[in-house]
């Protein structure tokens, strides 16, 4: 990635009603992280393509001319957000993508192919834009070391707070793993002088994000982020990956995932 300023927040536009609710959580982000946002759409039969690419550009003009302090651009690609997952990482330097809960198989296959975050929205509630008090559900995989990075970011760009809610495993492999896993995400956190706070879960690390989503409104939480699925098996994509029933079930809260099979791209700052 080339420099900060080329940094992009792709906000995925397919023009339907629900667009609007991603592009403000999309504005939003941009706004936290200092970034560029950028509109992105897609075309596959080449007689639509220039009936998107017109919708694309009215949009982009608007939003400029409501937003003058910010940087917005748009992009048109042929065939899909999974076939044009490189793409947007390596030429274009997109650091997440937000999109609809809608979205969310498309959305999914795509992140299978991702090393940048995926946002998941729902509505655009003034509580759920804020972005101020983070839910990180902590297991004993590597990737809850690989999950922090994301929240570091909103601690760091938008002083949230973090409640890191850590599972309960008695097992000894994974209590060790949970154990330096916590070790790891404190430090961090300390050095960076990032506000967070652990919170003892009663569930173990297969658990822990059910248990962490469904005491997400009594922590008045406004966006929940952990790594994916490590492994994925055939029975995994019949009946769904847990992300995304996770996904399926968080209702307004918006959900911030990265995919720990792929090296996480790192924000410039």
Not at 46 to 66: A, C, F, G, P, V
Not at 185 to 212: D, P, Q, V, Y
Request: proline share 3%; glycine share 4%; net charge positive.
């Amino acid at each position: 990635m080339s420099n900060i300023s080329d940094q992009k927040v792709v906000v995925v536009c397919d023009f339907t009603d629900t667009m609007k609710d991603v592009i403000v959580h999309g504005i939003r982000m941009a706004d936290i992280l200092k970034k560029e946002l950028c509109l992105l759409a897609f075309w596959k039969d080449k007689n639509q393509k220039s009936q998107i690419q017109e919708k694309l550009i009215l949009t982009t003009r608007k939003l400029k001319s409501n937003l003058p302090d910010q940087v917005i651009s748009s992009l048109l690609l042929q065939s899909s957000l999974r076939d044009n997952m490189a793409k947007l990482v390596d030429n274009y330097n997109a650091i997440l993508v937000v999109l609809h809960q809608s979205n969310i198989k498309t959305g999914l296959k795509a992140f299978r192919e991702s090393t940048i975050a995926f946002l998941f929205v729902n509505g655009s509630l003034p509580e759920f834009l804020t972005y101020k008090n983070v839910l990180v559900p902590v297991d004993c995989r590597k990737s809850s070391k690989e999950a922090s990075l994301w929240p570091s970011y909103l601690g760091r760009f938008n002083q949230s707070m973090i409640h890191l809610v850590c599972a309960n495993d008695t097992e000894t492999d994974q209590a060790k793993m949970l154990k330096n896993n916590m070790s790891f995400i404190r430090k961090f956190f300390l050095n960076l002088n990032i506000r967070h706070r652990f919170i003892a879960g009663k569930s173990t690390s297969w658990g822990i994000f059910n248990e962490t989503l469904a005491n997400a409104s009594g922590w008045n939480a406004d966006v929940m982020t952990f790594a994916g699925s490590t492994y994925i098996t055939f029975l995994d994509m019949m009946i769904g990956l847990p992300e995304e029933k996770i996904i399926r079930k968080a209702g307004y809260l918006p959900i911030l995932i990265i995919n720990p099979r792929k090296d996480v791209c790192i924000l410039c700052d």
